[in-house]
């Protein structure tokens, strides 16, 4: 069955950077569009980046378009996302998703603090 797990996050300082890792299973990873969506405190949870498979386009919310960078290592069935120049807006938990199948991991906090 699906499964996805987070992993990488932590605390930094604002303009750090850090790079997140989500393992993926039970589904053909390089053929299937994968997101990264974040949920801060009290706040809904919204889009950050998706790629399609790979090769394909890459789509980025306003916010971090510029400073993250999404993508993944079909060898080892990982979608990253490389985070850089973190704001303190950034912090939240954040997850991967697999929409095909409404699919979500558990979430991986990131907390960007001076």
């Known amino acids: 069955q699906v499964q996805l797990v987070e992993s990488g996050g932590g605390s930094v300082q604002p303009g750090g950077s850090l790079r997140l890792s989500c393992a993926a299973s039970g589904f053909s990873f390089s053929s299937t569009t994968m997101s990264w969506y974040r949920q801060a405190p009290g706040k809904e949870r919204e889009f950050v980046a998706t790629t399609g498979a790979v090769g394909g386009a890459t789509y980025y919310s306003d916010s971090t378009k510029g400073r993250f960078t999404i993508s993944r290592d079909t060898t080892k069935d990982i979608l990253y996302l490389q985070m850089n120049n973190l704001k303190p807006e950034d912090t939240a938990v954040y997850y991967c998703?697999?929409?095909?199948?409404?699919?979500w991991g558990p979430g991986t906090q990131v907390t960007v603090s001076s």
């Open positions: 998703h697999m929409p095909r199948r409404t699919a």
